[in-house]
Every structure is written in C-alpha cells, then in structure tokens.
C-alpha cells in the first residue's frame, strides 16, 4: 500500500524531480493511512514485509480517534494534493498543445488552470467537512457556499473564454462572415449574457429555491415590455441584424430609397446616422432600414466607385477624335484613377446627338461631385478648342399669317 506511486515511470520520476516525488508519494501514503488505518503500510526505504515504526502509532491513534482532526488534516492536504495534480495536469496539457500552430490552446490553459485547481480544492474541502461531526444543515449550507464559489469560478471562466474564442474567430474571419471585429461586441455581450442567465439558474438550483414563480413572473413581465416598446424593440432586432449582416459599415456613402446620400457616421443598435454632402446629419430607424433597399457606393471589393459621364455631339462630328478627347481629359485628371483604365462608350445615335458616355474610376465616392465637375469643364473647353459642337434642342416656328391678314382671309370666305 506504500508503494501507491511506485508504477510511475522513471521518465516522470526525472520530469517531476526527486523532491516533489517523494513529497507526492508520501502524501498519498498519509491519505491511506487516514482512512484506512487498519492497513499496514510498508515504508519506502523498507521491504514490503516491515512494518511501519511504532512511533507512528500515536499520530494514526490521534487521526482515527477525532474526526475533527481527521477532516482538518484532510483539507490541509488538498491544497498540497491539488497544486500537484494541477501542475501534472497542465504539464501534460502544455506537452500536448506544445506541437500545436495555434496559442489559441496555450491561452485556453491559462485560463483553465484556476478552475480546474479551485475544483480540485472544493471536493476535498467538502470531504473534509463531511468527515467533521458537525449537524446536516451546518454541512448543508457549507457545501452550498462551496458549490456557489465554484460556480462564480467557473462563470468567470466561460466568459473569458468566450471572449478570447471570439476575438480569435473574428480575427481570421473572412470580410463578410457573421462575427467580425466589428459586430464581436454584440456577440460579447449576448454570450456573456447568456452564460450569466445559465450561472443564475444554476444558483437556484444549487440553493434549492423554485425557479417557477420567477419564470411566470418574467413571462409576464416580457409580454408587458413587448407590446409597451414594440417600435423600439423593432429598432433593436433590425439593428442587430445590420450589425450582424452587415450590408453597410461606418465609413460608407450609401443612398436610400428616399433619394438620401451619405456618409455613415455611426449604427446603433435603435437608429443609423448618416451625413450628407450638405453637412446635415440624417438619423434613420433601422426598422426602416431593414426594410428598405439601400445602395452602398463603397462596397465591393474596394472603395473606388466609377463614374459615368454622358457627352452628346453634334452628327457630323469626328468621332474618333471625340473619344480621344474624352480618354485625355479623363487620363489628365488627378481625381481619376489611373487603374482601371478610363474607357469611352458610342452608347446611342440620339434624335441630335451622337450620345457617347466616358467611364472611369475615383478613389472615394465622396470625390463624386468634384470630379464630375471638373471632368465637364475639361472636356468643354476642348470641344470648344477644338470645334466639336455639343447640340442643344432647337424648335423651328414657321408663322402661316399674322392675326390681321387671318381675318381678312376669312372676310373674303364670306
């Protein structure tokens, strides 16, 4: 019975060192002797068939004889028994994780190593309380504190590791998946939520307390708050789901139904707000968001937008200068980027005009405006320099007769 850990192997014999062996081995040797103190218990140094000294006697005469003694050696023990299993136990873990790519799993560990360590340490505290002579409530609430702590413990665990497996999902996370950096808050927060719900439930059950009287009053207590706050709560879920799906993202010009074209300056989980060109900042109902169809001119796989810029000429015009002329004033814009190429299009022969239309790229659609500008005047003062006629409607009036000579026409009728 001694030689409890004489299976070990030399190789964890070397890994734990001689000390923390022997301490171990004698520790688990004590344990027997506390429990089972009508065992003989052969000593290290000894052969199986010695016995242990009789000045042995009175400490084990003094361990069986008060159970208060008994169980106080038996919490003083955990601690040493615990900080051993948990430095074996994440030794191990860290030899297996240790060939691993990912520190997802070193973290996980360093997160893990006080729970598992505080669990270890509350069954033994519970066993030595147990072994006391004390009355069944007293042990009863004692066990329940303990269990409460250990709860709280593990609480704390969960929501740390939720936060760190969040952050890391989100980080290699592809640019339109569900959790990104910028919707990990929402999910943060809902996880922590739902972990401390789940910590709650399990606190009553732990003390025993009935759980039905307090779900039929939040039932009825949700009903209240859902049909008092129905706009609002509408808000909430249509916000959640734009910050999950994700059509837009601050920064962006988007345009909505209503014809409102801006910038993104914040979402929030009731409203979006979004600056215009004006400097006037809208703020939008995400219920009215989620409902509607909305144009995100900086999405995509980059931020460029292209532009379209319609040009009509007069028929008879060169047209193969007329392109030339619209690619130059395109290529000599700093506004304009140089990749993708600008292009021109012979779109249509209209009813007085050769209708043309120049397409080309500018780094940001709040750029818009200015470039369209700029491209005009261009490409205006080269038509003119070049005698290229941009035609205008014109309506001929042809005049039968004046009013005078109407009536006498219609004198001589008579």
């Not at 916000?239 to 993104?264: C, M, N, T, W």
């Not at 015009?317 to 990749?339: F, G, H, N, Q, T």
């Not at 818009?368 to 001929?396: C, M, S, T, W």
Request: aromatic share 10%; proline share 4%; charged share 20%.
């Amino acid at each position: 019975m001694y030689n409890l850990l004489a299976p070990l192997s030399s190789n964890l014999r070397q890994e734990l060192g001689m000390q923390r062996y022997w301490f171990l081995r004698y520790a688990c040797s004590f344990l027997v002797l506390l429990f089972f103190p009508e065992h003989t218990v052969a000593a290290p140094a000894q052969s199986n068939q010695e016995k242990i000294p009789t000045w042995f006697d009175p400490l084990i005469t003094l361990f069986t004889g008060n159970l208060w003694v008994k169980g106080a050696a038996v919490i003083l023990l955990t601690f040493t028994i615990a900080s051993l299993i948990t430095w074996l136990l994440f030794k191990l873990l860290r030899w297996i994780t240790g060939k691993s790519r990912f520190n997802l799993d070193e973290s996980v560990i360093h997160l893990l190593r006080p729970p598992v360590y505080y669990s270890l340490l509350a069954t033994g505290i519970y066993s030595g309380i147990e072994i006391m002579p004390m009355s069944e409530k007293i042990t009863m609430i004692l066990g329940q504190g303990i269990r409460t702590i250990g709860l709280i413990v593990w609480i704390i665990f969960l929501s740390r590791f939720a936060t760190l497996f969040l952050k890391r999902l989100a980080n290699i996370s592809q640019a339109h998946a569900f959790i990104q950096n910028r919707t990990l808050t929402l999910f943060d927060n809902a996880a922590k939520i739902l972990i401390l719900g789940l910590g709650v439930y399990a606190l009553f059950v732990i003390w025993n307390i009935d759980m039905t009287a307090w779900l039929a009053s939040a039932g009825i207590a949700g009903l209240a708050i859902g049909f008092a706050a129905k706009d609002t709560i509408a808000n909430l879920f249509a916000g959640v789901f734009i910050l999950a799906d994700s059509p837009y993202k601050v920064g962006d010009y988007i345009v909505l139904d209503q014809g409102e074209r801006g910038k993104v300056k914040n979402i929030g989980l009731r409203s979006t707000r979004i600056l215009t060109r004006d400097d006037v900042e809208i703020t939008i109902p995400n219920s009215i968001i989620g409902n509607s169809s909305i144009t995100n001119q900086s999405g995509g796989h980059h931020v460029k937008m292209r532009l379209r810029v319609k040009v009509g000429v007069a028929y008879g015009s060169d047209i193969d200068r007329v392109r030339e002329i619209l690619m130059e004033s395109a290529r000599e814009e700093k506004l304009v980027e140089k990749e993708p190429d600008p292009r021109v299009r012979f779109r249509a022969f209209g009813a007085s005009s050769l209708d043309f239309e120049l397409l080309c790229w500018i780094n940001d659609p709040e750029l818009r405006g200015q470039a369209v500008d700029v491209l005009l005047d261009r490409i205006y003062k080269r038509f003119n320099a070049e005698k290229i006629e941009i035609p205008y409607a014109k309506h001929d009036v042809y005049i039968k007769a004046f009013p005078g000579q109407l009536a006498e026409q219609d004198g001589n009728k008579d």
